[in-house]
């Protein structure tokens, strides 16, 4: 492939003289031509926001964005309270003109305009298709023609959107649509179909636009009516939106008409308005001369078949099976008010849903069976209480069962070894032990079955209730240690080392002689929340908060506090422990400055204000994750 | 032809894109020439480097590539990326079983617009949302009205007040200018009032002091503030404000005021001015101290006399304003030929003597305030010219 | 060396800019320039003895009418989601901002900056409400940037 550009390259430049005497022709010719698109979009850009800055001051934006600086920066960063009323006083007259409100929407507007016209014009498909044409020889002159030309319109339908109906139809040239009715409603069938199915799949855009082969087909619809413009070639946005426009125009003229519509073709405006297409088609093919035609488009019948086609077979299907499920799952609804839902897994069944008690479990099960005779997988949650008192039947059954069995097999033997018996007899009473045997066994089976159910679920609930109730095992613990240190919050499990005398005033490293007490609450604390295997792995991270006291400006205490935080932190991840529990490697630091200080009788106490502070925070994904892994 | 249309190739494949071919390692094996651009000169490109040192942009899609390179996916874009000071869309493309191929396309033109147009809106965004902030937080209510009475923006008071959304006002005319003060037909009407004197404004049982301006001609911005305790207070505070200092009557402006109310109405009443007879030779022969005693126990007797009559102020200097509430121009001119007589008849030590020629006149049905005083200035002026001390009545049609 | 995408999220004009010139260059400016589309720097660091090279993604803010196109968030294994304190609707913000780019990277972790703390006086410090893994920061006077920026990266390590 490389070899083949690099040859490409190298026969460009053996052109290199005649390239140099044709350069300037082409040069001006096609690149103009080809640019002017892109052109044209930046001068109409700067012409609208001249136009929008205009209205209110007449300079370009950048000027009235530095006329409006000094009134806008200190707006901004001041703050209100300070001087409301000469702020007031200051903008009012800009807020007066509305020129926020207008402005900003006019520009979110041109925005969005770009946007698509970034999108529509400078299409990546155009740009991918000519460098693969670049790379592979591919002649690109054709492509390059083809794109620098518009599309033509073939013909033109207006459709009455509640029924399909076909109120105008006009044809450009030779073009000729056999079926013109038939047409319309396929393609009005087609357009109801993609949006159907685009609304499904939760996508926001409505199809506007169908393309197949060299042959395009453009949907608008307003009113009571579409518009459908058959075209040889994707329109583009400038297309679009004459085509938009013209429809606008005769919706505003014929609206009453289009909406009271019966069917009559012959009625007087149909050919007023046929006529009116006709002129748009003339007006719009006018620069597609006939010799630039693209090859020949493929029969817009043909075209909205194969559409059809394409569209309505996975619809179809996918409808076929939805509709099977809604049907069965309508029946067991209705027959034993349960809401389950039913799902296919390869060549099964699967049933999922919630049963509330024992009487509907059993319905529930016995219209299963009938329904899907060659079973299915049950993923229903049942109460606990259901299938305990399932498995009691069992016993019972089985107790039951085995008692029967017994005396058979008692009286069987004294038969036998009392009484002459006929063999028949003999046969026939041992055939009966046997089934009764079998199904003792049978039972057997079920009812460990359900006793391993059963162990399952209470396994699988006990421990969800530890992961769920994993905090506030977490806070009994720590209040079990801490209880009656007025330093413990009980209901967050932080830990306010406060009077500790950490630190001095303005310092960040704490005290030696005040980091032993530090490190034995610390220990006992993490201990608790990394010492046991249950709660460990839902620790998150352990948070040290530095404070400082009120006095000094906010910036400072910011800091130092960060500092005292980290500080402290960096002590207790090099202790043993901390290493050991993995303590070191969830330890985050934070500087909250002054908030919060230690006040006592009114007053503070900027010794114990300066202080740190311990919580811990519990990966909330990590138990979901493992409640959902334990109920699985 | 065939020349021609190489030439053409070689024209096209000129600054529409960058591209880069990349192996599965990521490693890049060719690369268009201009692809530096986007680099900056302190990096050389060469085949054989990672792709992600070139484009980190793409660190964290290597899922996606692989799709691309399995056919999963056919083609993926990273848009508006910024590198070098230019604006990039990234695409993604599958090319063969061993390459990528990654396009690079230059939009920085029409995105540096789009910026422009960005900050300049998101600008708005933030002073509008600060000015609602300011707004919201007052405690007067405040509201734009345009003339086709529709509520362009109200702040959070007046929506509490009236109990409205911002949404409804927006949309349809709610009629409150009915509500407001004797009940307008429009928020037209209510500015006009306004700016005719207008000050304040009930609403059902609570009475506002109301300003009103056209920010343009489309809009009028009202300002309702709640009359609280406080600015009862400080309106009996100006009261105070409103006597002279020196003679505890009022001053011209409160006089002013009080006049052009009653001019408004058509209840009837007389003007007089009063002026004390040869009272610069007082100041000059006994000073200053004694003449300001003068004045004080003249505006003394000047209020005792009016009192429940009318109103007293000083005009500047020794000349005084009456305004007397009666119908009849004989009850005005005898009080005053009253107070004349008085102040002839009393003492002012150690000033003897003192006298005071006084011009009256009644109003007419619609006249200003400008006309009125300068009837009643000319009668003192004829009264002072024929000889002082007494009173002159000139009557409202001459 | 580990190489991590990592984004800075939130509404427009809350500082992401900001935070990152800090962060990477040291540097501060009062400009308010609108980022578009999306800018890229590196930043390597040493974190429990790990190198990291951090790609710091810098995508223009959402407005009220324009969100945040989610193809930006694919492969990031974190953000930081960034609020302005003088502006509490940005702070509301974050929820919505956090859902989105976890839906796209279900396995990330986030934490939050209030940026501008420098704009608020101290007294109203007292009643914003910080929640966990959540920074007081100010790009301009460079408080809690770096610890922002460590901390997510120690979340992310493995």
Redesign the interface.
């Known amino acids: ?2 070899e083949r ?1 690099n040859r ?1 390259e190298f ?2 430049y053996d ?1 290199e003289e ?2 140099k005497k ?2 300037p022709l ?2 001006t010719l ?2 103009a031509s080809l640019e002017k698109k892109g052109g044209r ?2 001068e109409i ?2 012409r609208s ?1 001249a136009e929008i800055i205009a209205r209110k001051a007449q300079s370009d ?2 000027e ?2 530095r006329a ?1 600086q000094p ?3 200190p ?3 001041d ?2 309270a300070d001087n ?1 009323d000469q ?2 006083d200051v ?11 207008y ?2 929407n006019a ?2 507007e ?2 969005e305009t ?2 698509r016209k ?1 999108e529509e014009r ?1 299409s ?1 498909q155009k ?2 298709r ?2 693969k044409a ?1 790379l592979s020889g591919v ?3 054709e492509l ?1 023609l083809e794109e620098s030309f518009t599309a033509r319109i073939l013909s033109v339908f207006i459709v009455q959107r509640e029924s399909g109906l076909l109120i105008a139809e006009s044809n450009w040239g030779d073009t000729e649509i056999d079926d013109p009715q038939m047409v319309a409603s396929m393609a009005s069938a087609i357009k109801d179909f993609i949006n159907d199915w685009i609304r499904e799949t939760r996508e926001v855009s409505e199809v506007q636009l169908v393309s197949y082969g060299t042959s395009s087909l453009y949907i608008e619809s307003a009113g009571s009516v579409y518009l459908i413009a058959f075209l040889d070639r994707e329109p583009d946005y400038e297309q679009r939106e004459r085509i938009n426009e013209f429809f606008a125009k005769l919706l505003k003229k014929y609206q009453t008409f289009f909406s009271e519509f019966d069917g009559d073709s012959r009625a007087e405006e149909i050919k007023e308005i046929e006529r009116t297409i006709n002129e748009f088609i003339a007006q719009i093919n006018e620069h597609v001369s006939q010799g630039e035609k693209a090859g020949s488009p493929v029969p817009v019948r043909l075209v909205l078949l194969i559409l059809l086609l394409l569209i309505l077979f996975p619809v179809a299907y996918l409808l076929y099976r939805d509709y099977r499920v809604y049907r069965l799952e309508e029946e067991i609804r209705q027959k034993t008010s349960l809401e389950v839902k039913l799902a296919t897994e390869g060549d099964h069944w699967v049933v999922s849903g919630t049963v509330p008690d024992l009487r509907h479990y059993d319905e529930l099960r016995s219209l299963l069976s009938r329904l899907f005779p060659q079973g299915y997988v049950e993923r229903l949650n049942v109460p606990l209480y259901v299938l305990e008192s399932l498995h009691g039947k069992l016993v019972d059954s089985i107790r039951k069962n085995k008692g029967e069995v017994s005396t058979l097999k008692e009286d069987f033997r004294h038969l036998a070894t009392e009484t002459a018996m006929d063999r028949k007899a003999t046969q026939r009473i041992r055939r009966q032990i046997d089934r009764l045997q079998k199904n003792l066994d049978r039972l057997r089976g079920t009812l460990q079955d359900y006793q391993k159910r059963l162990r399952r679920e209470k396994a699988k609930l006990s421990r969800a209730e530890k992961i769920a109730k994993i905090r506030s095992i977490i806070l009994e613990k720590l209040g079990k240690t801490f209880g009656n240190d007025p330093r413990y919050h009980r209901k967050d499990g932080s830990f306010d080392f406060k009077n500790g005398g950490l630190f001095a005033e303005g310092k960040a490293d704490p005290k030696p002689q005040s980091l032993a007490k530090l490190k034995k609450v610390f220990e006992k604390y993490i201990t608790i929340l990394l010492g046991n295997p249950e709660t460990r792995p839902y620790v998150r ?1 352990i ?1 040290i908060d530095g404070y400082t006291d ?1 006095k000094g ?3 400072t ?3 130092l506090s ?1 500092a005292r935080a ?1 500080h402290v932190k960096s002590y207790l991840a090099s202790l043993p422990l901390a290493k050991k529990l993995g303590a070191d ?1 969830i330890l ?9 200080p230690i006040l006592v009788e009114g007053h503070e106490d900027a010794e114990a204000s300066r202080r740190i502070k311990i ?1 811990f ?1 519990l990966d909330d994904r990590a138990i979901l994750k493992s409640l959902q892994d334990s109920l699985k | 032809m065939k ?11 000129k600054n ?2 960058e ?1 880069l ?1 990349v192996d599965r390692e990521y490693r890049i ?2 690369f268009s020439a201009e692809i530096q651009t986007f680099l900056g000169k302190e990096r050389r490109l060469k085949v054989g480097d990672s792709v992600f040192d070139l484009l980190p942009e793409l660190v964290g899609s290597e899922e996606k590539m692989h799709k691309v390179f399995d056919g999963e996916k056919s ?1 993926f ?1 990273i848009t508006t990326v910024s590198k070098n000071d230019r604006y990039i ?1 990234l ?1 993604v ?1 599958h ?2 079983e061993k ?1 990528l ?1 990654i ?1 690079l ?1 230059d ?1 920085t ?2 995105t540096k ?2 910026q ?6 998101n ?6 949302e ?2 609602k ?3 919201n ?2 405690n007067a209510m405040i509201f ?1 009205a345009n003339t086709e009475n529709r509520i ?2 109200a702040n959070q008071k007046f929506l509490e007040y009236f109990n409205v959304d911002a949404e409804e006002i927006l949309k349809k005319d709610l009629g409150l200018y009915r509500e407001m003060g004797p009940g307008f037909r429009s928020y037209e009407e209510m500015h006009r009032a306004i700016s005719e004197g207008m000050k304040e404004l009930s609403i059902g049982e609570d009475v506002f002091f109301v300003e009103a301006i056209h ?2 001609p489309a ?1 009028i ?1 009202f300002t309702l503030s709640k009359m609280t305790e406080l600015a009862r207070q400080r309106k009996e505070l100006q009261e105070e404000v409103a006597y002279d200092q020196l003679t505890q009557v009022y001053r011209k402006k409160i006089f002013d005021d009080k006049a052009c109310e009653l001019l408004k109405s058509d209840r009837p009443f007389a003007v007089g001015v009063v002026d004390i007879d040869n009272f610069k030779q007082i100041n000059d022969r006994y000073g200053h101290l004694i003449g300001d005693d003068v004045l004080r126990s003249f505006a003394k007797l000047l209020r005792r006399e009016i009192d429940g009559k009318g109103e007293v102020a000083r005009w500047g200097g020794e000349e005084f304003l009456l305004l007397i509430h009666t119908d009849s121009e004989k009850e005005a001119v005898e009080l005053c030929e009253k107070i004349r007589r008085r102040i002839a008849a009393q003492r002012f030590d150690p000033v003897p003597g003192l006298t005071v020629s006084c011009g009256v006149t009644m109003r007419k049905g619609d006249e200003n305030l400008e006309s009125l005083l300068a009837r009643a200035d000319k009668a003192l002026y004829r009264a002072k010219g024929e000889g002082k001390n007494r009173v002159v009545y000139l009557p409202p049609v001459e | 060396m580990i190489r991590k995408k990592i984004l800075l999220l939130g509404d427009f004009h809350v500082g992401k800019t900001s935070l990152i010139r800090r962060y990477v260059d040291n540097a501060f400016s ?1 400009d ?1 320039l609108t980022t578009i589309g999306v800018k890229i720097s590196k930043k390597a660091l040493k974190v ?1 003895g790990l190198d990291f090279e951090l790609l710091i993604w810098d995508i223009e803010g959402a407005t009220p ?2 969100k945040i196109p989610t193809h930006y968030f694919a492969g990031a294994a974190g953000a930081i989601l960034v609020a302005d304190l ?1 502006r509490p609707e940005t702070i509301k913000g974050l929820d919505e901002h956090a859902l989105r780019f976890h839906a796209v990277n279900p396995k990330s972790v986030c934490v939050r900056a209030y940026n501008k ?6 007294e109203s ?2 009643s ?1 409400d ?1 929640p ?5 920061t ?1 790009a301009k ?1 460079d ?2 940037v770096s ?1 922002l920026f460590e ?1 997510l990266v ?2 992310i ?1 493995p």
């Open positions: 492939m490389i550009v490409l026969e460009c052109e005649i390239r044709l350069f082409f040069d096609l690149l979009t930046l850009l700067s926001i934006p950048e009235l964005g409006l009134v806008i920066s707006a901004i960063k703050e209100i409301r702020m007031i903008l009012y007259p800009i807020l007066g003109g509305m020129i926020a409100r402005v900003t520009i979110r041109l925005l770009i946007d970034i400078l990546f740009i991918k000519k460098i670049r002649s690109e002159t390059l991270s948070e009120s400006d906010k910036e205490n910011l800091r960060a980290e490697r985050i630091s934070r500087g909250m400055g002054s908030k919060d919580a925070h | 020349n021609v249309q190489k030439i053409l190739n070689a024209i096209l494949s529409v894109f591209y071919l094996v060719q083609s874009a869309n695409y493309d090319f063969d390459n191929l396009l396309q939009i033109e029409i617009i789009r422009r147009a960005l900050q300049y809106s600008q708005t965004t933030l002073l509008t600060t000015l902030k300011i707004i937080s007052q734009l362009e923006f920010i343009d809009n911005l | 009062d308010y429990d009418v324009k003088t703390v420098d704009l608020i006086p101290e410090l007292g914003i910080i966990p893994d959540t920074f007081l100010s006077d408080i809690n610890l901390t120690r979340r390590a």
